[in-house]
């Protein structure tokens, strides 16, 4: 029995089989999921396809029911924002935050005008170049953000004229399940389709015939499978892969400032955001500064069970997730660094572990080189700002990272050097629906969010209208000309 349903064409899916959902807090199955099976997903993607070919025809009627949706999602807030800390973990103030963003994603991408650029206006022609659905969009998604990073897909692929076929990650499928049963009021149907399951689902949408375009959000590990997936096909993907950031502090920052600044972009949602502080590099003469500052931050941080009003950070995800911090922490432990605070799991249920600083620690330490996506976060100390530009981009990484210091000409300057898709200065994760997002190298192909997002759900075609009369004028490159 589930206690949540998929939305295939605008309707409940009686689900065959269901798969346990645990709460992090306590690491007990609360609830339950629909199991996707094979003839489900055809359903959805039939439908998908089918609804489209009117949902294509008018720009209007799907802004309209795109800036309805941010309504409905506004509205559900109180609804949504408690599975959400059920299955994720985070505090509840988060989980309606994230709720209320997703509302602002889709306002945003409802307003967001793409109007044709004309590139030639003459005796010879007229000719503008347009965008055009791509068809139907197969999406999937984490379990950081579910909710949110859904709707990063779910506003443009919509505004742009596609339909869609969403899976959750099987860590937290409920949220999403539970918001899009929600927007059956708003969205016609088959526009939105939402699905659960486990990985095999997301690699039967990956070799489906139907669908144009992949957008995944996930690791590196499973991106380079969504690639080779699509690949046979010629599908159109999008991957927002994961992220090793570093933070390079020059030697002008203010410490006190900084290390609470980097405490917080570090350790929000308890570590796990693909584009968080992994690393950070802090100059000899500050260095034990800062590391006082963000043990002081991580000491004193109240971690909890995100139903508790006074928590700030949850426990970890998921079972495998909490398995990977710790065996991250001890082996970096046994490699001679030393926890200044934290530094282990919290006794007791749940996936709770202490939020973590490491000293005595280098690259090399599979910490540095690798993303912990948890609450831990090694201090490394540098000689000089060349040689640690290097070390921030010596890694296949390169989803964002930030450079601190008091003159912020000469922290973008060294921000200008980093290899990433957005480079911060004095601050890091702030992130807003307009600003393009995605990685260099591993972490991703292709751009979500700003007009570079919405181009991302779309064609481009060039609409070329003769002006010569016996419509010889096949262009400029002179071959019949
Ligand atoms: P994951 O790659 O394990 O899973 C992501 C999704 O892919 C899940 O829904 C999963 O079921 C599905 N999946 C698994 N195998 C698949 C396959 N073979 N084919 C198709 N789909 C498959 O990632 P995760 O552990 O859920 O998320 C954490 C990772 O996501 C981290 O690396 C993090 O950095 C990254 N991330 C990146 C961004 C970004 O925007 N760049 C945002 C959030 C998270």
Known sequence: MSDFVMTIGGDTVPAADSFGVVNPANG??????????????????????????????????????????????????????????????????????????????????????????????????????????????????????????????????????NTLVLKPSPFTPLSTLKAIELLRDVVPPGVLNVVSGGDQLGAWMTSHSVPRKVSFTGSIETGKKVAQSAAPDLKRVTLELGGNDPAIVLDDADPATVSRAIFAAAFNNNGQVCSAIKRVYVPESLYSEVLDGLTAEAAKVKVGDGTQPDSKLGPINNAPQFERVKELVADALSHGATATTGGAAREGAGYFFEPTILTDINDGTRIVDEEQFGPALPVIPYRNVEEVVERANATHFGLSGSVWGADADRAAGVASQLECGTAWINTHLALGPSQPFGGFKWSGIGIENGPWGLAEFSEIQAVHRSRVADGMNMGTAGIYS
């Open 28 to 161: 007990e199955v609360f609830a339950h999921a629909p199991e996707c099976t094979r003839d489900q997903l055809d359903a959805a993607f039939d439908s998908a396809a089918k609804a489209q070919r009117d949902w294509k025809l008018d720009e209007a009627a799907r802004r309209k029911t795109v800036l309805a949706m941010a309504d409905v999602l506004f509205a559900s807030a109180e609804e949504l924002a408690p599975i959400l800390t059920a299955e994720q973990g985070k505090p509840l103030a988060d989980a309606t935050m994230e709720v209320f963003a997703s509302g602002m994603w889709c306002q945003y991408f409802a307003n967001l005008e793409t109007p044709p650029q004309v590139i030639q206006d003459d005796e010879q022609a007229y000719v503008e170049v347009v965008r055009r659905p791509i068809g139907v969009v197969a999406a999937i998604t984490p379990w950081n953000f579910p909710v949110l990073l859904g709707f990063w897909k779910i506003a443009p692929a919509l505004v742009a004229g």
